[in-house]
């Protein structure tokens, strides 16, 4: 009796800080750009982040960008800027979760000063008022991107307004052994018969890579993205991913495992395709089908596809959480990431690969002919043909209740 | 006869092998490159991996390091703590009833616990640092030295004690004299029990360490995540190392184990 | 009540280490559940809890837990109860002795990264299957990893907890003195099955039941093994309440406490039934 008696004190005492809590969130929205810290020369920020430490949450998935982050950004920001930048793993949901229990608990110094997000995750994070902004407009690499574009201006549908700054581009398409599949299914149907040839060669992720092949099939039973465009559209998602969860239960027993389980992660998807174990890969950029043959990991007769409703495009962004520690360092890392020399770098298929976010009318012609240099892929198709079949990403929403149905409706459905 | 001698025999190759060959695997993993289906053995054995965890970059060396600090530190407190609550307990009148109470957190799933009570650590700064991740780990380990000492003072010890203190002794004499000599080895057990519950612990950690605390556990998990085999394989020999030198050393140390 | 400092200290410890943790992370989870705390909840509701039953994955979950540490407990006790039985002797010294600790060694997410590599349709199994041409192609070999029938994770969860029984029965055998038993058993005319059937098997089980419920109480919680050997749905307890808590849905939070607040009843009532019935005590 006396320990019921504390657990409902504690609740009493808790729901009194909760409300504590909604009364300075409703105050809180302060306007950003009159923040003192913005108010600093770019050289005060800069000497301010001299000696500091930059905790970066992002997704840690690709071991070759991995590697280039650890042996040459990290010893590089650390020469140039003085900055000790520190990486901790983590995508979208958990990203989403950190920022939210610092946000409940009313933390000013949080733990994390930049993460790497795009779509559901600034989304989601927007509707907790988790991010810090405007910011994009104190950059000085942001002389070199075009943020009137619309694939950088609007993530998932949803306007940056400054709260972002774009960090990689990279389209999204399908990758199979030449050698073994003769004629890549590009349509539903295409994938349906050659399910039905082939049992177990099949299998999609439960993360971003898997929902964005859903996203995929949504828009080509939507009849196209221009019927997806805009906010989200629930009657039309309603009809469309009553179709799709219709077309996956009647095939997920020709799927790998018999569709009973799905791998955790697009990474355990290339390992499986590796050894043979399926013969489908998916993947964010054009220049995945060369990194993994690079890797010696994939087949040399591996290529690179495009599915019949095009290759969704994105952008995804580097950005503030709204009580970061050190957002003089995060700005400076932020500008460095964002500036030419290292966007090519990245860019570079020994490192991580993908579209660089700069115009590239505005580089100098130095700064051009770098670019160009870069090597070209070799296996894969060229930026230019994906570039061709790119659509954009439809709102948000599609993609939480993609990954939300997905679940109850297929994986749980016996 | 000489059947079911032969079949004892089988059996017991099997259990040696089952017990032998994960440590083997994850020891020749950790040397490997290059391991394609279905080649049994890899194509490439190499230094490299070991190399680069430890010289450039990949900063294993430091995982072992906090792993180690964290555990040390948590077996001392939990040890120390719970030596000193044991006898609280143990002399209660209400001994079930507390014995009961320190059970509770002990039973429970580490990583439920740790996300019921992560708001808390965020409250007062325990997030992403050592003094939380250890702070949180002796909220297992302590109740586990609890029950483990309680069992100690038993009716003998307490018998001990009241004939030191009617011969006049003092109780710190009783306590030198009498309680550590028996105390001595039961301490030390309990010591490296606790040492294996932090050096083991995952779930908890890696909710209350934010992935920022990178002890040796959350790295394997990291490189499981990557599919980086070899690396997460030379991760968990380093994990097993000490555990094994301490079975080597003395068995009574790690065989108390229950969890 | 507190004569001494020594007897503050002491309270000190076990309210802050103990008690303290348990009430903060219980009240916290409630609270959560029913929408009185939290950025996105709008006070009290039942709304949480009604959406956790709405679908039976919640109790699934609890089933297929308690499913998962039975399956593994029933073979590591017949097992090592054999060990204790045929081959008392040897295991209580000299290599096998130090052999069947090995298990003891491994913290559960090394042994679930091993038995993946082992047993994955990839795996080293798979491969020695494919060398000696018991197999033709990577899709023939069974599927024991994130399979329909856990079985990578039961014989994961059995090879962690063999040495533990091994140790107990082992103990017991010489505690109980059970050879002495069978011996005068077998003196008096018993069958060597006889005795092991009727006489060892029953007073090393009677003897080690409360041990068994406590690890079953803690293979309930069990976390690392079945989130790298487990399907993606059933899922285990934890699996689940980490996946509710930390990953897609931010409306699902509540739900995930809600789940850490059924799970907890349920582990202390279960535990305060097998303290209680059971008036020894139990040494860890």
């Known amino acids: 009796m006396l320990k019921l008696k504390t657990i409902l004190s504690g609740i009493v005492i808790l729901s009194v800080f909760a409300c504590n809590n909604d009364r300075k969130t409703a105050n809180g929205s302060k306007d950003e750009n009159n923040d003192p810290m913005m108010k600093q020369s770019w050289e005060q920020i800069e000497q301010k982040a001299k000696g500091s430490t930059v905790t970066w949450m992002k997704w840690t998935g690709d071991k070759k960008a991995n590697k280039y982050i650890d042996d040459i950004l990290i010893p590089r920001i650390k020469n140039r800027f003085g900055i000790t930048l520190k990486i901790i793993p983590g995508q979208g949901p958990s990203i989403v979760s950190s920022i939210m229990s610092e946000r409940e608990a009313n933390v000013e110094k949080g733990q994390t000063d930049m993460v790497w997000i795009n779509g559901e995750t600034f989304f989601q994070i927007q509707q907790i008022k988790g991010l810090y902004g405007p910011f994009t407009y104190k950059l000085p690499s942001s002389q070199y991107i075009n943020y009137e574009d619309p694939i950088i201006k609007y993530d998932f549908q949803q306007d940056i307004k400054g709260y972002e700054a774009p960090w990689g581009k990279a389209s999204f398409i399908a990758l199979t052994d030449g050698a073994k599949v003769k004629n890549p299914p590009v349509s539903m149907q295409d994938f349906e018969t050659y399910w039905k040839a082939n049992p177990g060669k099949f299998t999609l992720s439960l993360d971003f890579t898997g929902y964005t092949l859903l996203k995929t099939w949504l828009i080509e039973l939507a009849g196209g993205i221009d019927n997806l465009k805009g906010d989200f559209d629930q009657k039309k998602y309603d009809k469309y991913s009553a179709q799709l969860w219709d077309f996956i239960n009647r095939n997920k027993k020709y799927f790998w495992k018999k569709g009973e389980t799905f791998p955790d992660n ?42 019949k409703p095009g290759s969704i495009h994105n952008t995804s962004y580097l950005a503030i959480p709204f009580n970061a520690s050190n957002k003089e360092g995060a700005l400076v890392v932020i500008n460095y990431l964002l500036s030419p020399e290292a966007q090519i770098e990245k860019s570079d298929i020994n490192n991580g690969g993908g579209t660089p976010v700069f115009d590239v009318s505005k580089l100098s012609p130095e700064l051009k002919a770098k670019y160009d240099a870069l090597e070209k892929p070799k296996y894969g198709m060229t930026e230019e043909e994906v570039l061709a079949k790119a659509i954009v990403e439809p709102h948000s929403m599609y993609m939480i209740k993609v990954a939300e149905d997905f679940r109850k409706k297929v994986i749980d459905k016996k | ?206 909710i209350i360490g934010y992935g920022k605390v990178e002890t040796l556990t959350i790295k394997v998990y990291q490189f499981i995540t990557e599919a980086n085999i070899f690396y997460a394989a030379l991760s968990c020999c380093l994990l097993i190392l000490p555990p094994v030198i301490l079975l080597w050393f003395n068995k009574k140390f790690i065989i108390q184990q229950a969890k | 009540m507190f004569k001494k400092p020594i007897n503050i200290i002491s309270f000190l410890l076990l309210f802050v280490f103990a008690i303290l943790p348990l009430v903060l992370g219980f009240g916290f989870a409630v609270a959560y559940s029913f929408g009185l705390i939290g950025v996105l909840n709008k006070g009290f509701t039942l709304e949480n809890w009604l959406a956790l039953f ?70 080293i199994l798979s491969r020695i299957c494919y060398q000696l041409g018991i197999i ?136 305060m039934l097998v303290l209680k019935t059971n008036k020894n005590e139990y040494d860890i």
């Open chain 2, 1 to 206: 006869m000489s059947t079911t001698f032969k079949k004892r025999n089988i059996f017991l190759w099997l259990l040696a092998l089952a017990f032998i060959t994960p440590i083997i695997t994850l020891f020749f993993l950790s040397f490997s490159k290059n391991w394609q289906f279905p080649a049994i053995l890899p194509k490439q054995f190499t230094l490299e991996n070991w190399r680069y965890l430890f010289f450039s970059g990949g900063n294993i060396a430091p995982s072992f390091v906090i792993s180690l600090v964290i555990a040390l530190s948590v077996a001392t407190f939990s040890t120390l703590f719970g030596f000193i609550a044991s006898k609280y307990i143990a002399y209660h009148k209400f001994r079930s009833k507390l014995l009961m109470l320190t059970y509770f957190p002990f039973a429970l799933s580490p990583v439920i616990f740790a996300l019921c009570l992560k708001f808390f650590f965020i409250k007062m700064s325990l997030t992403g640092n050592v003094e939380g991740i250890i702070l949180a780990q002796l909220i297992i380990a302590f109740p586990y030295s609890v029950i483990f000492f309680t069992g100690f003072w038993s009716q003998k010890i307490k018998q001990y004690e009241d004939l030191v203190a009617t011969l006049g002794g003092t109780t710190s004499y009783a306590f030198r004299k009498i309680v550590m000599p028996i105390a001595k080895s039961l301490i030390l057990v309990c010591f490296f029990q606790c040492f294996l519950i932090s050096w083991f612990e995952f779930g908890l950690t890696s």
């Open chain 3, 136 to 271: 033709d192609k990577i899709q023939s070999f069974p599927n024991l990893i994130n399979d329909q029938y856990s079985i990578g994770i039961i014989i994961a969860q059995f090879f962690l907890s063999l040495p533990f029984f091994t140790l107990l029965y082992t103990g017991l055998y010489q505690t109980e003195r059970i050879d002495d038993y069978t011996k005068l058993a077998n003196s008096l005319g018993a069958k060597n099955r006889q005795s092991i059937f009727r006489i060892s098997i029953p007073i090393l089980f009677k003897k080690s039941f409360p041990n068994i419920v406590l690890y079953f109480i803690f293979k309930i919680g069990a976390y690392e093994v079945p989130l790298l050997l487990g399907r993606s749905s059933p899922e285990t307890v934890s699996v689940l309440a980490v996946r509710k808590l930390q990953k897609f849905n931010l409306y699902d939070i509540p739900q995930g406490y809600a789940i850490a607040v059924i799970y907890t009843i349920i582990i202390l009532s279960l535990l």
């Open chain 3, 54 to 123: 709405e679908n039976n994955d919640v109790v699934i979950s609890f089933i297929y837990s308690a499913w998962l540490a039975i399956a593994s407990l029933t073979i590591s006790v017949v097992v090592s109860m054999a060990i204790a039985i045929n081959f008392n002797k040897k295991f209580s010294k000299g290599i096998y002795s130090y052999l069947v600790y090995m298990p003891l060694a491994f913290p559960s997410i090394v042994a679930a990264f091993f038995f993946a590599q082992f047993l994955g349709n990839a795996g």
């Open chain 1, 266 to 307: 697009a990474v355990t998807i290339a390992q499986l395709y590796a050894t043979g174990e399926v013969n489908f890969g998916f993947s964010f950029g054009f220049t995945a089908v060369d990194k993994g043959i690079k890797e010696g990991l994939f087949p040399k007769t591996t290529i690179g596809y495009v599915l």
